[in-house]
T-cell receptor, first 111, second 116 residues
Framework: ELKVEQNPLFLSMQEGKNYTIYCNYS?????LYWYRQDPGKSLESLFV?????AVKQEGRLMASLDTKARLSTLHITAAVHDLSATYFC???????????FGPGTRLSVLP | DTEVTQTPKHLVMGMTNKKSLKCEQH?????MYWYKQKAKKPPELMFV???????INESVPSRFSPECPNSSLLNLHLHALQPEDSALYLC???????????????FGPGTRLTVL
């Protein structure tokens, strides 16, 4: 059974600081997705990571994938209040397993 | 058009009612999905359609009945729901499920369902 974990589940940080969110998954996969969700809203696709060593950056967010360690990271650089949201990673297993989301990391960036 | 639309935005129904949720996309995507999301929880996959055929049913109770009339439309028919079915129902689409594709999913705004 494919399981996806995220760490931390809650993150409160000050503006200007850096931090990393971790996503671990339990079975082989070469596709990992990061989504953002604002309260009461739908999910916005941030990154699609397709291969080992993939790194993608958009603004203050950078995501990477290590398929051997079954680990993805979402790094936040110089956080701003607008980044406050819940961030989900999601994985689809290599053997046709379904899409499984992690529990989400609720990020709050304080002034 | 790069958007997934869902109607209605909000729905309140009794346990004996029959209602339907509608999802539409015009991106030429051939895979469409229904998810259920409870408050402060991640989305849970319910159904996946690929080329208008049901590909995945995640052991969803029969009171939820999906339908894909064509490649752009996805419906979710609701009947005899329970209060615990109250949730945000999200539709998504992707180019397809084939191994060579990214399967990046684009989500609609959701229907917030309340069952009384």
């Amino acid at each position: 059974e494919l399981k996806v974990e995220q760490n931390p589940l809650f993150l409160s940080m000050q503006e200007g600081k850096n931090y990393t969110i971790y996503c671990n998954y339990s079975t082989t996969s070469d596709r990992l997705y990061w989504y953002r969700q604002d309260p009461g809203k739908s999910l916005e696709s941030l990154f699609v990571l397709l291969s080992n060593g993939a790194v993608k950056q958009e603004g203050r967010l950078m995501a990477s994938l290590d398929t051997k360690a079954r680990l993805s990271t979402l790094h936040i650089t110089a956080a701003v209040h607008d980044l406050s949201a819940t961030y989900f990673c999601a994985v689809r297993g290599n053997y046709g397993q379904n899409f499984v989301f992690g529990p989400g990391t609720r990020l709050s960036v304080l002034p | 058009d790069t958007e997934v639309t869902q109607t209605p935005k909000h729905l309140v129904m009794g346990m004996t009612n029959k209602k339907s949720l509608k999802c539409e996309q015009h991106m030429g995507h051939r895979a469409m999905y229904w998810y259920k999301q409870k408050a402060k929880k991640p989305p849970e996959l319910m159904f996946v359609y690929s080329y208008e055929k049901l590909s995945i049913n995640e052991s969803v109770p029969s009171r939820f009945s999906p339908e894909c009339p064509n490649s752009s439309l996805l419906n979710l028919h609701l009947h005899a729901l329970q209060p615990e079915d109250s949730a945000l129902y999200l539709c998504a689409s992707s180019r397809g499920l084939a191994g060579g594709l990214t399967n990046e999913q684009f989500f609609g705004p959701g229907t917030r369902l309340t069952v009384l």
